[in-house]
Structures are given as C-alpha cells and as structure tokens.
C-alpha cells in the first residue's frame, strides 16, 4: 500500500489529526490536516475534536499540545526533534533570575520547556510577543526569555526601559547576521527583506530588515505582495507554502544554510510509524501541565 495511503488508514483507525509546523519538509505539509506558526498550531490542537496529536514539529510543540490537551494522545514522531532555543534555559536558572528580581513579570516565548512553562506568568510567540508585553503595567519589570533578538525586537517596539533579556537564542536563525543581509541586498539590490524576529540580522532592524514577522505573519504577507522579489529570513521550509501560494513573485531564502535539522527530523514513514505504534507519546508531570496551563491560555486568550 501506498505510504500516504496507509497514512490516512491509520489516521481515521487512531481517530487522529496531523498538525505540521510550517517549517516541515514539504511533503510532510501537504498531507498534514493543518500548517501553520507555533500559535496557530497550539490552537488547533486544542480545538480538535480527534483523541490523537501527531505533531509533526519540535518537542515543545508537542508538549504544548499535550498541556493544551491532557485527556489527548499527543505524538511526536522522532523524540530528537529538540530545539536549542528551548534548551537554552532551565527552569532552575529562571527559579534563580527570578530570585534576583522579585515581583517581575515573566514572559517566556513559546519555545521552552513543560517546566520553563510552568515558572512563567504569559506565554508569548513572535507574532502576539509585543502585544503581551504592551499589556503588561509599566511600573512592572518583566524578565524576557529565551531569545534575545525577539526580546530586543519587542523592547525596541514597546519603548520599555524595565525589561531584562534571557542571552539564549536560535542557532539557526542567530547566523542570519547584519552583514548577511548587506552581501545579499548587494546581490539582489531591488528585493525587499521579510525577518523573523528570531535573526540576528534584527538588531538593525531599522536599517536593514522591511518587515519583522512571524511564519504564519510571512505566509500572509507572501499570499498578498505584488513585489517582483522577496528576501526571506527564516528556516527554509517555509518556502514550500510561499512558493504554492504566490507563484509571480520570486522568493530567495536570505540563507539556503537556515535549515533547522530537529524540524527536519520528521518523515513521512516517521509519521506512519508514530501512528502504527502510537509513538512517541509526550507524558509530562500533572502539576507542571496545571501551572503551565495558566500561562498558555493567556497566549491563546
Ligand atoms: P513561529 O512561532 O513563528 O512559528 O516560530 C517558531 C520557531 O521555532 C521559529 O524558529
Ligand atoms: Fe528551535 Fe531554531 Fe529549530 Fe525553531 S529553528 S525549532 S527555534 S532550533
């Protein structure tokens, strides 16, 4: 039998429905039942009426989903599939800076850990991160972590003086530098430039970048732009979306090199396996879902 067939035998035996980050392979994207950013992803996992998550991104997705959902069977199909961001900070070392500031306002962006998740007051990703720290009083500090290029975006964007920034960051996204965007405008001196806030090439980002946006926030601004040409900073699998969707304008990765290897460890015969043996199934600690719960459903409010 044909691989994406047994794949939607098994999904309707499992009662399951596959949710795909928008950084997946392509065809991981087109046979999955939603793609989208780490926000809209989370959504849809917990609207689902299916019993089973199979969760074709990275563990904290998962574990999000799986927090978001605990009566769920909740799947990731390669446990490998980590993410450096996420394991940029643990929960002791924030237990340890909020020590030093008592009384501040944690923000944690998505990308953390079940137990990070719980240590926090608002979850945020990088399309609703401003509008969260926005929101919260003035008068109040607010520890950002654990990306500092998005915790410099949003502090530039809010204006806010009180906000501490956690020093982690992505390694994929970290070598998309200031003077990668200079070598590529040089090559392409008529394109415009769409970031992800995870770059490192937005510490400049009134210079260089045009516009600051989330995957799902690129997917939008691809879907609707009548420029001839477009630079796009972030992990290469989002091509695969863009290019279906807008097929006159020509869209170049700022870096081919952006490939993110734990989005990348996901497969079609991984996905079927994961559905055949129900695996890998995300467990987490009932007490650590119960307080992380509270900060991802200000998130999602
Ligand atoms: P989004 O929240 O924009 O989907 O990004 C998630 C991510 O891991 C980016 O590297
Ligand atoms: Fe994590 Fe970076 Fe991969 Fe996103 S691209 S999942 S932040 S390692």
């Not at 306002?105 to 990308?111: F, L």
């Amino acid at each position: 039998m044909d691989l994406r067939e047994e794949i939607a035998r098994l999904k309707e035996e499992r009662d399951a429905v596959i949710l795909a980050h928008n950084y997946q392979i392509g065809d991981l994207q087109d046979l999955a039942d939603f793609v989208g950013d780490s926000l809209y992803l989370s959504r849809q996992a917990r609207d689902s009426p299916r019993k089973t998550i199979v969760f074709a991104g990275v563990r904290f997705m998962a574990e999000t989903a799986k927090i978001l959902s605990p009566q769920k069977t909740v799947l990731l199909p390669d446990l490998e599939a980590g993410c450096s961001l996420a394991d940029a900070i643990t929960a002791d070392q924030l237990r340890t800076w909020k020590a030093e500031h008592p009384g501040a306002v944690v923000v944690s962006y998505v990308n953390t850990s079940a137990e990070v998740k719980a240590e926090t007051d608002y979850c945020c990703t990088s399309s609703n991160a401003v509008d969260i720290v926005r929101r919260i009083p003035a008068d109040k500090e607010v520890l950002f972590l654990p990306d500092m290029f998005l915790g410099d975006y949003v502090r530039r964007m809010t204006g806010r003086k009180n906000m501490h920034l956690w020093t982690g960051d992505c390694f994929v996204h970290t070598r998309m530098r200031p003077e990668t965007v200079r070598r590529m405008r040089a090559l392409h001196p008529q394109a415009e430039l769409i970031a992800h806030p995870e770059c490192g090439c937005t510490t400049e980002v009134l210079d260089n970048v045009d516009r600051v946006l989330s995957t799902d926030g690129m997917i939008r601004f691809a879907s609707e732009t009548r420029e001839p040409e477009v630079l796009v900073a972030t992990e290469v699998g989002i091509l695969h979306r863009i290019r279906k969707l807008n097929s006159t304008t020509a869209f170049t990765p700022l870096s081919a090199e952006a490939v993110c290897p734990f989005m990348k460890k996901n497969t079609l015969e991984k996905v079927r396996d994961s559905l055949r043996d129900m695996k890998f199934e995300i467990r987490l600690d009932a007490g650590v879902m119960d307080r992380a719960r509270l900060s991802l459903q200000r998130m999602i409010a």
